[in-house]
């Protein structure tokens, strides 16, 4: 069972309202949604908007009880071990603007590079700026990621902790990306 401390938001959660949202985010469906969201590296928040929308409508469009679902959504994922990753997250939906992304604890923020001639050279660093590059091509900015499931399904990486003690040690890890799907 999820332990709230409402604090700021002490009358809205005393309200029907704010009892309503708080049992609707603690059932287990909907802490899946929130997990599945963070391990995507995406808005926890973007995980219950559809069903957060058909149940509550236009009660939850209002600012004040945004904030509240925001700060209810990180207390529940703080105690299923998740950890605030970047508040102010732009968010491209109906009811939010920007939201917060969480991480596990362990995970660490890799960034990717394309290699400006050949899309399928990618090197992974600890760092988006002054990355330490391979210097015989040019690179541009691909993605950033925390999570093992993409680092394994994006860039086949099978070992996370292999990736971070190359990085560490060397600067950067080179990959080459093959395709997925052949042409027929």
């Known amino acids: 069972m999820f332990a709230y401390s409402p604090e700021k938001f002490a009358s809205l959660y005393?309200?029907?309202?704010?009892?309503?949202?708080?049992?609707f985010l603690t059932l287990p469906e909907n802490v899946a949604r929130l997990e599945t969201a963070s391990e995507l590296s995406k808005p926890a928040v973007e995980g219950i908007e559809e069903q957060?929308?058909?149940?509550?409508?236009?009660?939850?469009?209002?600012?004040?009880?945004?904030?509240?679902?925001?700060h209810m959504v990180?207390?529940?994922l703080e105690q299923r071990d998740w950890?605030?990753?970047?508040?102010?997250?732009?968010?491209?939906?109906?009811p939010f603007s920007k939201a917060a992304r969480y991480r596990r604890p362990d995970w660490i923020t890799f960034h990717?590079?394309?290699?400006?001639?050949?899309?399928r050279d990618v090197v992974i660093t600890d760092r988006r700026q002054k990355a330490p590059l391979p210097t015989d091509v040019r690179?541009?900015?691909?993605?950033?990621?925390?999570?093992?499931?993409?680092a394994a399904v994006a860039f086949g990486v099978r070992d996370i902790?292999?990736?971070?003690?190359?990085v560490l040690s060397h600067g950067y890890q080179r990959l080459r990306i093959e395709r997925m799907l052949r042409r027929a």
């Open 83 to 94: 950890v605030l990753d970047q508040s102010d997250v732009k968010v491209q939906s109906v």
């Open 14 to 23: 005393a309200s029907a309202l704010g009892q309503r949202i708080w049992a």
């Open 139 to 150: 690179w541009t900015y691909y993605a950033t990621f925390a999570s093992p499931l993409k």
């Open 161 to 166: 902790r292999q990736l971070r003690q190359h």
């Open 52 to 70: 957060l929308l058909d149940e509550f409508r236009e009660d939850v469009l209002v600012d004040r009880v945004k904030q509240m679902v925001g």
């Open 74 to 76: 990180r207390q529940i």
């Open 112 to 119: 990717a590079f394309r290699n400006t001639s050949d899309p």
